[in-house]
């Protein structure tokens, strides 16, 4: 449970993490550091700070190097899994598919990992197919081979799905992607953060994560590309610090990756800060993390299994995420009760509007925990669940 921080007059429940997480204090030191100490441009300056600014900033492509088990020039900064997922689709998908070629999705993406490939697809003439869901959101291998054909080029999919929570066989993916010729894109933002990713041993082509659903800042990203295929992309931005020379003739030579990708002056405190969450992170563990995610999803889960007035839509989800109604009603109006008993969750459809082909339903309450999270945190949600009615939501405002 967080201390010291109040919402209603009583103690935070804070079971939103699948939006954006706290930031422990060595993350807020680094961001303070830099605005301190060595408040400078990268790459630009010859004085000590800028030299200071060069090193810290560049220090963090190690630490994510390190992070998930790949080579430092196939990291590249983003401003969050978004950009990184945009920079691929554009700056890849665009490039090489051809009228014809099939960018395969399921319907539980997030917005940002759909609504790149429609348009890509509607620019190239690429289709656009789906793997089918079981009614819970599961990946069945079956289901897998099915939709893998030798027309597929692209496979954009999520290692754990925004809204239900569930594990996709991301290794089984890439290996039956690789034998068709198609490149797998992950979308790591709701794995990353609560498990150990090893790019290596996933065989996966590119990642996309965020640093704020991680104890990072606002603003930061990571998009990981198999070194090979970044030399083959074009960069989404063009702009300083990206090229190596240009005249007015229009010869323009980009450097090489990972910095063609970089335009322009970064979210350097915000790097700053990613470096230390993701430090944070490892020294805290991440089958630590997943551990104790673990044990709460189970508690949760038991606990839930006991309302009588609640719908639970994730029953055999994988991950410390629960999507959840309250018989009777709307989802807003439940989160805003729930934020009345100091409980903060998310109500709507969470970007995933076409989950509701999936499981029936347009809009549902998600209960995401963190690393931060406890069992009083869940007995917290549980009470105030009891008595979430129609009667007690009326005139409920937050």
Not at 82 to 88: D, R
Not at 91 to 116: F, M, Q
Not at 130 to 152: C, D, F, Q, S
Not at 191 to 207: A, G
Request: charged fraction near 20%.
């Amino acid at each position: 449970m967080l201390q010291g921080i109040t919402m209603n007059g009583k103690p935070l429940v804070y079971l939103d993490n699948g939006a954006t997480t706290f930031k422990p204090q060595p993350v807020i030191d680094a961001v303070n550091y830099f605005y301190n100490n060595i408040n400078s441009n990268i790459h630009r300056g010859d004085y000590e700070i800028a030299f200071k600014a060069d090193q810290a900033y560049d220090h963090c492509r190690k630490t994510v190097a390190e992070f998930i088990n790949c080579d430092e020039r196939e990291v590249v900064f983003t401003y969050g899994a978004t950009s990184a997922l945009n920079t691929v689709a554009y700056g890849y998908a665009r490039k090489n598919l051809k009228e014809g070629d099939v960018i395969l999705l399921t319907r539980a993406e997030h917005a940002s990992n759909a609504l790149p490939w429609f348009r890509v697809a509607e620019e190239t003439g690429a289709k656009i197919e789906y793997i089918e869901l079981t009614p819970t959101g599961k990946m069945t291998l079956w289901n897998l081979r099915k939709a893998i054909h030798e027309g597929v080029r692209i496979v954009a999919i999520a290692a754990v799905t925004n809204v239900l929570g569930v594990k996709t066989p991301v290794r089984e993916i890439c290996r039956m992607a690789h034998k068709v010729g198609a490149v797998v894109m992950v979308d790591g933002a709701q794995s990353v953060p609560h498990t150990r990713t090893d790019v290596k041993d996933m065989d996966c082509d590119f990642l996309a994560f965020s640093g704020h659903k991680m104890c990072g800042p606002g603003g930061t990203g990571i998009l990981y590309g198999k070194y090979e295929l970044l030399e083959k992309m074009d960069p989404m931005l063009l702009g300083g610090g990206a090229n190596a020379r240009f005249d007015s003739k229009q010869n323009v030579i980009l450097k090489e990756a990972p910095i063609m990708f970089e335009a322009g002056t970064p979210n350097i405190e915000g790097v700053l800060g990613l470096d230390a969450a993701i430090q944070y992170l490892m020294k805290l563990g991440m089958d630590n993390i997943e551990s104790h995610e673990q044990e709460l999803r189970d508690y949760l889960f038991a606990e839930l299994a006991k309302l009588d007035n609640v719908t639970v839509y994730n029953p055999d989800g994988d991950s410390a995420i629960a999507a959840i109604n309250v018989k009777g009603v709307f989802s807003q109006d439940a989160a805003c009760y729930l934020a009345s008993q100091g409980v903060a969750v998310r109500s709507g459809n969470h970007c995933a509007k076409m989950l509701v082909d999936v499981i029936g339903t347009n809009d549902t309450i998600r209960c995401s925990m963190y690393f931060y999270n406890d069992k009083a945190d869940v007995d917290a949600l549980i009470r105030a669940l009891r008595t979430c009615t129609l009667e007690n939501c009326v005139g409920v405002f937050f």
